[in-house]
């Protein structure tokens, strides 16, 4: 849980070295984690003022403009992103809810309900058209990036 003051620390997040500069945030390579999942994240400490981020350091660093007691939040090894990220979202399978509704709200429900509208509804026009909206609905809430799964292959 965040603090209810403006100024605090987000300490020992995890965040995608490819959004930092990394010349100002890990001068060396022991900052950045290089194994398995951890590849590629370097793992810093936020320091919030005013509710926005105001310094990006290596974690356990001293933040150079706190000054006094700062609140402090272990985020614990936690991914740390500079906006909302949908990691799976099946966007050719979006919005058919109208004309095909899942009738019992089961998993299996869903993928019978989506072969079905499959078969009858989808081409090119259509799964384009679906997909662009959910693109546009999801900017519009505030997702900046997403990693879609197409399983609109058609018939082979």
Same mark, same amino acid.
């Given at each position: 849980?965040l603090?209810?003051?403006?100024?605090?620390?987000?300490?020992?997040?995890?965040?995608?070295?490819?959004?930092?500069?990394?010349?100002?945030?890990?001068?060396?390579?022991s900052?950045?984690?290089?194994? /398995?999942?951890?590849?590629?994240?370097?793992?810093?400490?936020?320091?919030?003022?005013? /509710?926005? +981020?105001?310094?990006?350091?290596?974690? /356990?660093?001293k933040?150079?403009?706190?000054?006094?007691? +700062?609140?402090?939040v272990?985020?614990?090894?936690g991914?740390?992103?500079?906006?909302?990220?949908d990691?799976?979202?099946h966007?050719?399978? @979006?919005? +058919?809810?109208? =004309?095909?509704?899942?009738?019992?709200g089961?998993?299996?429900? !869903?993928?019978?309900?989506? =072969?079905?509208?499959?078969?009858?509804?989808?081409?090119?026009?259509?799964?384009? =058209?679906?997909?662009?909206? /959910?693109?546009?609905?999801?900017?519009?809430h @505030?997702?900046? !990036?997403? =990693?879609?799964?197409?399983?609109?292959?058609?018939?082979?």
């Amino acid at each position: 849980m965040l603090p209810s003051t403006s100024n605090y620390l987000l300490k020992n997040g995890r965040v995608p070295a490819s959004l930092l500069e990394m010349k100002l945030i890990a001068p060396s390579a022991s900052t950045v984690a290089t194994t /398995g999942s951890e590849n590629n994240f370097c793992l810093v400490d936020l320091e919030i003022a005013a /509710g926005a +981020i105001a310094q990006i350091i290596p974690a /356990g660093t001293k933040p150079v403009s706190s000054s006094g007691d +700062i609140s402090v939040v272990d985020l614990q090894g936690g991914l740390v992103w500079p906006c909302f990220v949908d990691m799976h979202t099946h966007l050719d399978k @979006g919005h +058919i809810w109208e =004309r095909s509704p899942n009738p019992d709200g089961t998993f299996g429900g !869903a993928l019978e309900t989506v =072969r079905a509208d499959a078969e009858k509804h989808w081409n090119a026009e259509d799964v384009y =058209r679906r997909m662009q909206f /959910g693109l546009k609905c999801s900017y519009a809430h @505030g997702t900046k !990036a997403l =990693r879609t799964h197409i399983d609109s292959a058609g018939r082979s």
